[in-house]
């Protein structure tokens, strides 16, 4: 799904590689040989990107300024369903919705999963272990989903059920408005934390030993070590970890398809269920298609400032 | 050389994949082939797969494929069968669904084949095949069975209430006090420590049996919920059915009955509507939970299937207008506009509505055919099975069926009114708060 890329050289050494290389002019010459092959080699990814991903993007982006109810032609109608979109009061609901829940999932997610690599990578050595971590993610996302959603069933579930036994009243988890969000999330968190420890346990791995060495020998603390060394090793790989959990948070939509359906009212009517429920319930495929291009630029923009602001492409290694 | 193959390769990939968004292709008209089939209630695929080898027993060129889809996934992978071309030949329908793809032009209009084929439509029930033709006057269905709404309660508990047979079926309702409809529901209500609705002392936090169980809020159209009560106040959801264009959910008549109705929640006799969500009415029923239900008689079966319960029926209370109320509600088959085998989809969609077929359905017992003689006999073959439908065949004996409120833009109306509907109901808000609704659902049709 992800790769790790760790860029250890700076720029400057990079940029004076070529100069070291043979006069301009055949340089020059081989590089346009080498475009050529380069794109020979690009050709077959590209029809799959052109097909898949441009033509559909761009064909999104059209449709949004249509109304369009898949059966029939598209209507050109301007920027309308842009303006209609800031007087729809259930499209805030779902920005706000979707952002509870982005909250919620990535800050529980985010530190549980650094807790769970720190045990991985000082305490649990054992393969079983650290396998046993990441099963939740091995099952599909619609089947966990559904179990939770019968464990917590409000009348039968496993979990209501010890709550009852323990004199508590009864909790309706995807019933109720408080709940909804907070539960959903909480599934997630339980699924995908395994993985994201991993990921941050990987970039762990790749801190050198010495720099600990280094740290016990002046006498810091493992407070200290953790704050000092640690987390600003670790930060290119937690921004990395970061971009991809809180875009895949923002995408949110099998979990609540399979439980609330949005529901119960607009309680956990995430942003993709809005658009997933405009476009194939009500067939209003134009608007819908405005829903997630806004939706696209918010990830755009949410990734940008992530990698801005947190120099998730510099490392502090070299 | 390689690369100009490649290049080459991939438009004709690109070609092709073309003009397999395009779909349609020349339509053949010998009846002959073979033809898909859809319909959504695992229950009545065997009587409908019986009905398909009999008639590729009679028209042995035509062969019948029958899916089965669970109800939500249907309606999408059907408009997305539209879309790309491979939507099933003939499929069941429903009246909410129907107005639009027939305005999308989805539907083959089946007047020619009625008027060549000479289908009699008065052998149906009255009122199903005329739900069947569109705004613009042509016919998109042959009806295949109807249904109505009745009370399904626990017998082991109203005999412990004291509760006949007789009184259950005659109770009568109205939006100030219930009625006796109400107070049958409060007698059957049992707390934890045996207290029932209606005694002092009992605990409406800690209810152990409600008196009337709850699937949902019944967003706009309320079918099993709460139709066949506000119907008997002489509100109806819109100005004219079917093709009303203004809502009338701003009345008082049905604002008051939805607050009467969602008061047994505040009361204690109703589940809440969050302990509803994944829940199953049937099976809360089953597992003694809920002491009555609405629902329709496509449950029958369900409802009888259920180990140590004996389930009875009553018809719906009378109401304000001394009449009981029941929505009738009507499927159908249809033919998809874009099928490759239209002479013989419509070979299979009028061997569907005739009483061959409805006959083996009847014999399975699970729904009443939409043939009258055909309804008699499934009627019977209840009978046979030891269940009184009577509770169900009497408002098409006695005229009180009143049709599914059929409009335009019902996927827009349902968006509006199930979060509206929700909200009441969970006591978020009052029930005028339906006006602002009602004026977001006539915006629509401006």
């Keep these: 799904m992800t790769t790790l890329t760790k860029q250890q050289q700076n720029p400057a050494a990079r940029a004076r590689r070529p100069k070291a290389a043979q006069p301009a002019r055949t340089s020059r010459l081989r590089r346009l040989g080498d475009l050529k ?31 369009y109810s898949i059966l029939g032609d598209p209507t050109w109608i301007g920027i309308k369903n842009y303006t209609a979109m800031l007087g729809d009061e259930l499209f805030w609901n779902a920005m706000g919705v979707t952002l509870q829940y982005v909250g919620l999932n990535i800050g529980f997610q985010t530190v549980i999963a650094l807790g769970l690599a720190l045990l991985m990578h000082r305490v649990a050595k054992s393969t079983f272990i650290r396998g046993a971590l990441l099963l939740p993610f091995l099952v599909a996302n619609v089947i966990v989903a559904l179990l939770w959603f019968w464990m917590l069933d409000y009348q039968i579930g496993i979990v209501n059920e010890i709550i009852n036994w323990m004199g508590l009243p009864r909790i309706a988890f995807f019933g109720s408005e408080q709940w909804a969000i907070p539960t959903i999330a909480a599934v997630n968190v339980w699924r995908h934390m395994g993985y994201t420890a991993l990921l941050i346990f990987a970039g762990l791995q790749s801190i050198p030993n010495h720099v600990y060495e280094v740290a016990s020998l002046d006498g810091a603390s493992p407070t200290r070590t953790f704050w000092s060394i640690t987390m600003p090793l670790l930060r290119p790989v937690m921004v990395l970890v970061l971009v991809v959990t809180v875009i895949g948070s923002f995408q949110v939509f099998d979990t609540v398809a399979v439980t609330t359906g949005g529901g119960p009212i607009n309680a956990s009517r995430v942003i993709q269920m809005y658009i997933y429920q405009k476009a194939f319930g009500e067939s209003d495929f134009g608007y819908a298609s405005a829903l997630s291009v806004i939706l696209f630029l918010i990830l755009a923009l949410v990734a940008f400032v992530q990698m801005k602001f947190l120099k998730g492409n510099e490392s502090d290694l070299d | 050389m390689k690369k100009t193959i490649g290049v080459a390769a991939a438009a004709a990939a690109i070609a092709l994949s073309l003009s397999a968004c395009g779909g349609g292709s020349t339509a053949s008209t010998e009846a002959k082939g073979e033809i898909n089939y859809w319909l959504w209630d695992a229950n009545q695929l065997p009587a409908y797969q ?14 019948v494929k ?84 009745g009370l399904f309660y626990n017998k082991a508990m109203a005999d412990s209430a004291g509760l006949t047979a007789e009184q259950m079926a005659n109770l009568d309702w109205n939006p100030s006090d219930g009625g006796s409809y109400e107070k049958a529901i409060a007698h059957l209500t049992v707390d934890k420590s045996g207290k029932r609705g209606d005694e002092a002392g009992f605990d409406k936090n800690n209810v152990a049996v409600y008196g009337l169980g709850l699937a949902g809020s019944g967003s706009g159209q309320g079918q099993t919920e709460w139709s066949f009560l506000s119907a008997t106040t002489g509100w109806t959801a819109t100005d004219k059915n079917p093709w009303g264009t203004k809502f009338n959910y701003d009345d008082p008549k049905f604002q008051e009955t939805i607050a009467w109705w969602a008061g047994l929640i505040e009361k204690g006799y109703m589940p809440k509507l969050e302990t509803t969500v994944g829940a199953s009415l049937a099976d809360n029923f089953g597992a003694g939970k809920a002491a009555i239900n609405t629902t329709g008689d496509w449950l029958i079966g369900q409802y009888k299937s259920y180990k140590g319960v004996e389930t009875a029926f009553a018809p719906t209370p009378k109401g304000p207008d001394g009449k009981r109320a029941s ?31 409805q006959d083996v359905v009847a014999s399975k017992a699970v729904v009443f055919p939409a043939i009258t003689s055909s309804s008699e006999k499934a009627a019977e073959a209840f009978k046979a099975k030891g269940t009184d439908v009577s509770a169900f065949t009497t408002h098409v004996e006695e005229g009180t069926t009143f049709l599914f409120p059929i409009a335009d833009k019902a996927a827009k109306v349902d968006g509006i009114m199930k979060p509206a509907m929700d909200a009441v109901l969970s006591g978020k808000k009052p029930a005028s708060s339906l006006t602002e609704a009602n004026n977001q659902v006539n915006d629509l049709f401006k």
């Design chain 1, 37 to 67: 092959m380069a794109l020979l080699f690009i050709f077959p990814a590209m029809i799959g990107f052109v097909l898949f991903y441009l033509v559909p993007t761009i064909r999104g982006v059209y449709l949004s300024f249509t109304e």
């Design chain 2, 50 to 63: 019986q009905c398909a080898d009999d008639f590729t027993k009679a028209n042995p060129d035509i062969k």
């Design chain 2, 66 to 149: 029958i899916t089965q889809r669970g109800w939500d996934d249907y309606w999408t992978t059907l408009t997305n069968g539209f879309v790309a071309g491979t939507a099933p030949d003939v499929f069941t329908n429903h009246l909410s669904k129907y107005p639009e793809y027939a305005a999308k032009k989805q539907l083959l209009s089946l007047d020619d084949a009625v008027a060549k084929d000479g289908i009699k439509l008065d052998s149906y029930t009255k009122g199903l095949p005329e739900l069947w033709v569109g705004q613009d006057g042509k016919r998109y269905g042959l009806p295949k069975d109807w249904d109505t709404v």
């Design chain 2, 327 to 357: 929505m009738f509600n009507g499927l159908a088959d249809s033919v998809w506009a874009g099928t490759k085998n239209p002479a013989a989809s419509v070979k299979w969609v009028e061997y569907l509505g005739s009483t061959a077929c």
